[in-house]
């Protein structure tokens, strides 16, 4: 017989028709399923409601007018019936183990309000191989670490329903950085963590990089702001400096992504002189990020590299892999 916990999963999709009906049987395949799976549809017109007909009887289906992920996250959030909530995008899967592992932490960890983790690239051809440590490893993230980096997406995320309410929910006046908006909000009052175990599987993403430029940067930019106008705490002048140099870095990386090096060492530049102390590992994704991109960067530029193929200027030929696989994975998490 299936296990069922008392969690509800939700499921927000607009035009994912390819990808929804694995998602939701990623959420079906948990070791510990879900007792509540919501799939809240944002006006899609893909034939997103016929893929999700065979498994009617497994979700609850809701179909709402376009508003943004947001306004259908809320609605799954409004619609939950448990107390624990976790969040899954309509591209992304979820590890068979990772509502078992995540729902016993928080099990044992009543002050965690908020549960992330780590994501690893999909379509793969198996799922990762799990090492977990009794207790597992857990790593508190503070207000101030998200307020320049959250470090991991929202289909990763496990939260308590009255932690997330508390704090607003998502604000759908938020684009690209509403996830992180809402983890800041909810650290101010209860413990933000992330378990150091890849237990998402997430996709790069279908729209154009040129798109998701404009949008991390729109939505960066957006969240410094109300950052700043925050009545309750709002950020300092060196914080609000080393969050918008993040976000230099985070553009510099889109760019390069997308074979834009001129313009990505511009980013990578504006980031390190408005920002020149040291930025911590976490919020870099590797050790000393910046100066390693820069080098990479200046190599491919004088040698007309293709993107794919790694520099050699200071880095050797595996590190510049690693830290071009770190850079993608890190967009993701953004």
């Known amino acids: 017989m299936t296990k069922l916990a008392p969690i509800t999963a939700v499921i927000p999709t607009y035009n994912a028709a390819r990808f929804v009906v694995q998602a939701v049987e ?21 034939g997103t409601a016929d893929c999700l007909a065979p498994c009617r009887g497994c979700i609850q289906y809701i179909r709402q007018p376009n508003l943004g992920v947001s306004a259908a996250r809320n609605r799954g959030l409004s619609e939950a019936r448990n107390e624990i909530v976790a969040f899954l995008d309509a591209d992304d899967v979820w590890h068979p183990q990772k509502i078992e592992i995540q729902a016993e932490v928080l099990r044992h960890r009543s002050d965690i309000g908020l549960l992330g983790a780590r994501s690893f690239e999909w379509p793969a051809a198996e799922f990762p191989a799990l090492s977990v440590q009794t207790p597992p490893q857990l790593e508190a993230i503070t207000w101030r670490q998200l307020v320049t980096c959250s470090g991991f997406s929202t289909s990763t995320v ?43 599987g997430a996709r790069a993403g279908a729209e154009t990089l040129s798109r998701q430029m404009a949008t991390m940067r729109d939505g960066g930019e957006r969240l410094l702001a109300k950052l700043r106008n925050d009545p309750d705490r709002p950020i300092g002048w060196l914080l609000w400096r080393k969050a918008a140099s993040c976000l230099d ?15 990505a060492l511009g980013y990578l530049l504006k980031s390190m002189a408005g920002y020149p102390w040291f930025l911590d590992r976490r919020a870099m994704g590797t050790s000393f990020g910046r100066p390693k991109r820069f080098l990479v960067l200046l190599s491919r530029l004088l040698r007309r590299m293709p993107p794919e193929s790694p520099g050699r200027a200071g880095l050797e030929d595996g590190e510049a892999d690693a830290l071009d696989s770190s850079m993608r994975r890190r967009m993701v998490a953004v």
């Open 26 to 46: 990623s959420v079906l395949a948990q070791t510990t399923v879900p007792s509540q799976v919501i799939v809240v549809d944002d006006g899609s017109s893909d």
């Open 158 to 200: 496990v939260a308590r329903r009255k932690a997330l309410i508390d704090a607003g929910a998502f604000d759908p006046g938020m684009r690209r950085a509403e996830d992180r908006d809402l983890y800041i909000r909810v650290a101010k009052s209860s413990i933000v963590a992330k378990l150091d175990l890849p237990l998402t």
């Open 249 to 263: 870095y985070n553009c510099a990386n889109t760019c390069e992504i997308a074979g834009h090096r001129v313009k």
